[in-house]
Structure formats: C-alpha cells, structure tokens
C-alpha cells in the first residue's frame, strides 16, 4: 500500500490551471526565453500528473 492519498481539490485545480494556461499560451504561438520545452508539453504533463497521481494512490 503507498502512502500518498488521493490529491485536493485545491491542488487538482491549480494543476489543471496551470496545464489550460500552457496549452492556450502554447496554442497561440508564446515561446519561453530559453525554448527549451514548448508550453503544450508543460500543459500535458500538468494535466496528466493529477490524473496520474489520483489513480496511483487509489490503487
């Protein structure tokens, strides 16, 4: 059994606000400084992670 419980709401939602902020940004063309790492994948991964950890500590 893990040790890490299903995410806040709290958290859930400053995930996938942060994820619908780097696709709309990705999504218009805005680029970081550096270009390093394009914005839809940041969103993606914020999306995902949520998703992720919930099943994860429901197993």
């Known amino acids: 059994m893990l040790a890490i419980g299903v995410m806040s709401a709290t958290a859930q939602a400053i995930f996938f ?3 619908l902020v780097a ?3 990705g999504g218009i063309g805005y680029k ?3 270009d ?3 914005l ?3 969103g993606l991964a ?3 992670f949520v998703v992720a ?3 994860w ?3």
């Open 46 to 48: 914020a999306w995902i």
């Open 40 to 42: 839809v994948s940041l």
């Open 53 to 55: 950890w919930n099943a």
């Open 57 to 59: 500590a429901l197993t």
């Open 23 to 25: 696709f709309v940004l």
């Open 32 to 34: 970081l400084p550096n």
């Open 36 to 38: 390093r790492i394009h």
């Open 17 to 19: 606000t942060v994820g």
